[in-house]
């Protein structure tokens, strides 16, 4: 099987159409997306619509999670008060323009889609299987995979979160982060996601796709989200 994986859009609907466009170029048909519809982008209800329209099978992330529920705080793990700041007013500024409709859509999200593709039983979650806001960086720690494939122990572990995209083997098993289609971190603002052929070996390769980034640039400053988050995505890093 061929499929490919998109995560953590984060309102940016320029960037998803993109990346959805070239999921067709190269013909892979099914996509998965690991979470994190909304959030920092000024697109939360038309990024919501695309992938409802589209029947994209998706997991919530914490972002949904927050913004469909109402809660104070995202999860996320902020380096600084300021940065804290900023993730508050994102919040707040997405829970008032998602609507109602949509917030639904966003509950009834799984927190974990799990499937068989020949001899890899695969699972796709936001950040980890354990928590909705762990963070699982290319350089985690043996113990800690250890300990996350023994309780859940599946050939192909897809997670988020970071949006930083790698694909590490340990002990036999694969986990892929798909890094970010709409907020990449990794210091390229093109967006990225993954395409998993999971034949007799398992391949992964992280397309790059340009987009119109200063459309939505300022498209974030005229929303009245802050500043910052244009120049991150221009820059493509916190």
């Not at 996509?31 to 919530?60: H, K, Q, S, T």
């Not at 972002?63 to 902020?78: N, T």
């Not at 299987?129 to 050939?155: G, M, N, S, W």
């Not at 002990?171 to 967006?191: C, E, F, L, T, V």
Request: glycine share 8%; proline share 6%.
């Amino acid at each position: 099987m061929r499929f490919a994986v998109i995560s953590d859009i984060h309102g940016n609907i320029e960037a998803l159409t993109a990346v959805l466009a070239d999921i067709r170029r190269r013909g892979t048909n099914q996509v998965f997306c690991a979470g994190d519809l909304v959030g920092y982008g000024p697109f939360p209800n038309e990024v919501i619509e695309l992938i409802r329209r589209d029947g994209i099978p998706a997991v919530m992330g914490n972002y949904d999670d927050a913004v469909a529920y109402g809660r104070p705080m995202c999860g996320c793990a902020f380096p600084d008060a300021r940065a804290r700041e900023l993730g508050e007013q994102s919040l707040a500024w997405t829970q008032a323009h998602t609507t109602e409709d949509n917030k639904a859509f966003l509950r009834s999200l799984p927190r974990q889609l799990r499937f068989r593709t020949g001899p890899y039983e695969v699972l796709v979650v936001h950040a980890s299987p354990r928590f909705l806001d762990e963070y699982l960086y290319e350089d985690a720690p043996a113990d800690l995979l250890q300990e996350i494939f023994t309780a859940c122990p599946v050939d192909i572990l897809i997670v988020g979160h970071t949006h930083k995209p790698y694909h590490r083997k340990f002990a036999g098993r694969h986990i892929i982060n798909a890094g970010s289609a709409g907020k990449p971190k990794d210091g390229d603002p093109a967006a990225v996601y993954a395409i998993v052929d999971a034949g007799h070996e398992v391949r992964v390769t992280f397309p790059r796709v340009s987009y119109n980034v200063t459309r939505v640039a300022r498209a974030i400053e005229e929303a009245g989200l802050p500043l910052e988050f244009a120049r991150q995505l221009l820059a493509g890093r916190e």
